[in-house]
């Protein structure tokens, strides 16, 4: 059973654990949205996004009530053309996500869609960008949670500067938790959330997008609530044009303190790097085998291949009962892995008892 001062630990990608500190700020006095103090908090924590990376200087963040997906389709609403063509390269439940936003909103795409346990296929990306002009932006997933693998950004980043297209960064499960080069890889916009690698809890998300294209762009959405231009428009002033999720924006406000403190993303990355990597070996040494080569995964996150005889739910339910709680595996992996994320509050002496668990399960 898990010691009576720890809460269950949430090896789940986000959710998290979030840490005492952060938890305590929910304690705070309650704010109204449309008061000063609450316009200086939404200010600073602009700015302390905007601060996360080193090479911010020309992005502006815009905040959004609502999860991760909120700030993906946002960022697709209000960028992505109607007169132009996305491209779409998918390799997970969530690249293929963004198409189907994008067939929502009626704009026109092409979804390059490869096997979930491969690495995105570049090459035919780059043939996709030779012989397509009417291709204008580029779009994809970083970190997809649906294997764990941390996608090579970099590369298909280098592809949208050599052919002038925009990029559109869906940065949800890895941003604060991963390098990620906003110049380099020529970034447009990037969707991220502040109940994952940031630390915070759910309610309140994210895009950090160009200010020349939110200065001087026009807004492509079809929508109101998602528009990003009219948010960005009231939020220079700290307020926003409808209710933001205001004790989720107290605890992100905390959580961006939190992670400065500690060192930022880079001491974050390396602490989520141990503990990944200590998982990986002590389930490796008990049988249990990784669904990926170790060097294709995040910091943050594993998948393993379900051990002979076991189900996730055998899984899932004897570590519940002992304070834990891990994910299953997306679509039709569901009956062929699980995986183990470390973002959050997790301590040494956590991982201590999850591997006793494991040595207890795999006698």
């Not at 601060?51 to 009530?65: I, P, R």
């Not at 491969?118 to 294997?147: F, G, R, Y």
């Not at 393993?304 to 570590?319: C, E, M, N, R, V």
């Amino acid at each position: 059973m898990k010691p009576g001062n720890r809460p269950t630990i949430l090896l789940n990608p986000g959710p998290v654990t979030i840490s005492e500190r952060v938890r305590a700020s929910l304690m705070k006095e309650d704010l109204c949205h449309r008061e000063p103090e609450f316009a200086e908090l939404v200010l600073d924590i602009r700015k302390r996004i905007a601060a996360v990376y080193e090479d911010c200087a020309a992005y502006e963040a815009v905040l959004l009530s609502g999860s991760g997906t909120c700030a993906v389709e946002a960022m697709l609403q209000s960028f992505a053309p109607r007169g132009g063509k996305t491209l779409v390269v998918a390799n997970g439940v969530y690249g293929e996500r963004m198409a189907v936003m994008l067939s929502a909103q009626g704009k026109p795409h092409t979804l390059l869609k490869g096997p979930w346990p491969e690495a995105m296929n570049l090459a035919a990306a780059e043939e996709e960008l030779k012989k397509d002009p009417s291709i204008t932006h580029v779009a994809a997933i970083h970190h997809e949670t649906t294997t764990g693998r941390l996608n090579d950004c970099a590369a298909l980043g280098e592809l949208c500067g050599k052919y002038g297209k925009g990029f559109f960064v869906d940065a949800v499960s890895s941003f604060a938790g991963d390098e990620i080069r906003f110049a380099d890889w020529n970034i447009s916009a990037l969707a991220a959330t502040a109940n994952k690698c940031v630390h915070g809890i759910p309610g309140i998300c994210f895009v950090l997008a160009r200010r020349d294209l939110l200065e001087e762009g026009v807004t492509e959405a079809s929508c109101l609530y998602l528009d990003l231009y009219k948010m960005y428009a009231e939020q220079k002033s700290g307020f926003s044009p409808f209710t933001q999720a205001t004790h989720a924006c107290v605890c992100l406000g905390e959580a961006l303190a939190e992670l400065e403190d500690s060192g930022g993303w880079k001491a974050r990355v390396r602490r989520y790097r141990e503990l990944s990597r200590r998982i990986r070996k002590e389930l490796g040494d008990l049988g249990i085998e990784l669904f990926l080569p170790e060097k294709e995964y995040s910091s943050y996150m594993s998948s393993f291949k379900l051990p002979a005889g076991k189900t996730y739910q055998d899984l899932h339910d004897i570590l519940k009962e002992e304070g834990f709680v891990i994910y299953a595996g997306q679509g039709g992996l569901y009956h062929s892995i699980f995986r183990i994320a470390t973002m959050g509050d997790i301590l040494d002496s956590d991982v201590d008892r999850l591997i006793g668990v494991f040595r207890t399960i795999m006698k």
